[in-house]
């Protein structure tokens, strides 16, 4: 069964629309991401326009991360403090990101723009997340050989130059006592680029807590999800009033396969390792990428498009 999108100008069938909801929902749950970076271009492979992709997916984040974080919070692995901060600053780059977003629209350039970045930061974020996750999985490994339980906690107060900054703040939860400026910066910059390419920012934002600011990875993934919700829909709004790019019917299809897949993914992911997860996640982060990067080599199917202006 299809059903005709108004925004998109196309027919979708039902039951796709439900799977890549579904399995973007699973992802968000299980990494902690808004699941953005796969559920968008996912869309703009199957013809949807990019314009309208990456604004009506932000509804979708919304839903699914919804889901998700309320599954971490029931088990006390939200740090509710710190992703306050992190929503805070990340409104303000929510509504820079969709400004930058109307106008590379009306220059006719957004396509080209999302392409590109998509490739560059799938491409860094899944190299490094992958990288540092199987050294991770190698210095337990020889650990286990040497008859160790567990690898020595890394000291948690004497890390770089990020742990000297001014303007500290305590953040319980986490157990860390840092400067709040870090985190707004990191709030606003992965907000902006998460509203400006469609994505939750959440594969960018969790190796950032964790590898950065040196969050545990028993609350990054919960207060990530909380984090998304809170900007996501931030940018839902702002992507309506400002480019009218948000196609509902398409946000309501992806919602309903999102929700139930995030459940799914919180579920699983109990029963995997930290770095088992973040190995996965680079090596999605970095299929996605490769993908964009294919396409902007290869020459598209036809060279000329007919399309009629006006009424």
């Known amino acids: 069964m299809e059903v005709y999108l108004p925004i998109a100008e196309m027919p979708i069938g039902v039951l796709m629309g439900l799977a ?21 271009p996912l869309l ?27 599954a971490y919070f029931r088990r006390g692995q939200v740090d509710l403090k710190l992703a306050g901060i992190l929503i805070l600053s990340g409104s303000f780059g ?11 629209g009306s220059l006719g350039q957004l396509t080209l723009v999302i392409a590109i970045s998509y490739t560059v930061f799938l491409a860094t ?23 160790e339980t567990a690898l020595p906690a890394r000291n948690g107060g004497t ?27 990191l709030g606003f910059t992965i907000s902006f680029l998460g509203t400006l390419l469609g994505i939750g920012g959440g594969f960018i934002l969790v190796p950032a807590l964790i590898y950065l600011l040196k969050v ?12 998304i919700v809170g900007v996501m829909a931030v940018a839902t709004v702002m992507h309506s009033v400002a480019s009218q790019s948000v196609d509902a019917v398409l946000a309501f299809i992806l919602m309903l396969g999102g929700v139930f897949g995030a459940q799914v993914g919180a579920s699983i992911g109990r029963s995997l390792r930290g770095e088992q997860l973040r190995a996965l996640l680079g090596l999605l982060v970095l299929a ?12 598209p199917a036809s060279l000329f498009a007919v399309t009629v202006v006006g009424p």
Do not use: D, Y
Not at 44 to 58: H, K, L, Q, Y
């Open 20 to 40: 890549m909801g579904g399995c973007v929902g699973l992802i968000s749950g299980l990494f902690g991401v808004g699941g953005g970076f796969l559920l968008t």
């Open 44 to 70: 703009i492979f199957s013809g949807i326009p990019p314009s309208v992709a990456v604004a009506s997916v932000t509804p979708q984040i919304v839903a699914s991360s919804t889901s998700g974080a309320l």
């Open 94 to 104: 929510a509504i820079a990101g969709a400004e930058l977003f109307a106008l590379l």
């Open 125 to 147: 974020i899944g190299g490094l997340t992958l990288f540092e996750s199987v050294r991770a999985m190698m210095r337990t490994r020889a650990a286990e050989r040497r008859g």
């Open 159 to 185: 890390h770089g130059w990020i742990h000297r900054l001014p303007l500290k703040v305590r953040f319980r939860r986490s157990r860390l006592f840092i400067s709040i400026l870090p985190v707004i910066g």
């Open 216 to 227: 545990p990875t028993s609350v990054v993934v919960g207060t990530s999800l909380l984090q």
């Open 288 to 299: 996605v990428g490769a993908r964009f990067a294919l396409n902007l080599v290869l020459p």
